[in-house]
């Protein structure tokens, strides 16, 4: 158990809605990304949040958007969706430090979304 | 877009045997992650490789890394079938956005 939990965990939507994913980070981590993995794929980078701040974003469209607040946990809000939105959305948590070369992060059970 | 590809995309072994996957990745690195994926849950972490770092073992299993070939692999040893799962490499990027780029996994199977 990494200590980072996912809600929901199955969810199915019509294209054209809204939907948000929560994240809580593990104890002591002020970072969270969040990922995309469709079916048969390895997850995609979405974007990252650190001090509640977007820090870096992948190649997702505008509708793909995000929160973090002040305990650290994190949204991600997707509009519009589309029938290919349908996938294992991944968070995961981190501290960046210093030493670059020893950081990892750690995930999430994941929310499966699926898109009719 | 995906960093590198895992090869086998699927390897089926017996209990006992050992298991080798490989990873290629395309840009400089800070270090190499090796994780695990059970049927399309979470992934759970195994083993991190720094970029000046060539081998590591950490119980069945052995990592080694080539920066100048710009490849990894991931050797596990007497596997189980509770081994079966997809396994994934990442390399930790540089720069403010400290983002993980996966592979496309390998599928392990092993049968009992």
């Known amino acids: 158990e990494t200590g980072v939990t996912q809600s929901p965990t199955h969810l199915i939507k019509t294209r054209g809605q809204q939907v948000t994913l929560r994240c809580s980070s593990q104890s002591g981590h002020n970072t969270v990304s969040w990922y995309q993995q469709a079916l048969g794929q390895g997850p995609q980078f979405i974007f990252q949040?650190?001090?509640?701040?977007?820090?870096g974003r992948g190649n997702f469209p505008p509708r793909f958007s995000g929160l973090q607040f002040p305990n650290y946990s994190s949204e991600l809000n997707v509009n519009a969706l589309e029938l290919d939105d349908s996938a294992l959305y991944l968070c995961a948590s981190s501290t960046p430090g210093l030493h670059t070369t020893k950081e990892t992060q750690y995930f999430g059970p994941g929310t499966r979304l699926l898109v009719l | 877009s995906q960093q590198g590809e895992e090869d086998p995309q699927a390897l089926s072994i017996q209990e006992g045997e050992n298991a080798t996957m490989n990873c290629s990745y395309k840009?400089?690195?800070?270090?190499l992650q090796w994780y695990r994926q059970n049927s399309g849950r979470g992934l759970v972490h195994l083993i991190l490789i720094r970029s000046n770092e060539r081998e590591k073992h950490s119980g069945r299993l052995r990592v080694t890394l080539d920066t100048s070939k710009k490849s990894s692999s991931l050797l596990i040893t007497a596997s189980r079938a509770a081994d079966t799962a997809s396994y994934f490499c990442?390399?930790?990027?540089?720069?403010?956005?400290?983002?993980?780029?996966f592979g496309s996994g390998t599928q392990l199977t092993v049968l009992p």
């Open positions: 840009t400089s690195i800070n270090n």
């Open positions: 949040y650190y001090r509640e701040e977007e820090n």
């Open positions: 990442a390399t930790l990027s540089s720069g403010s956005a400290r983002q993980l780029t």
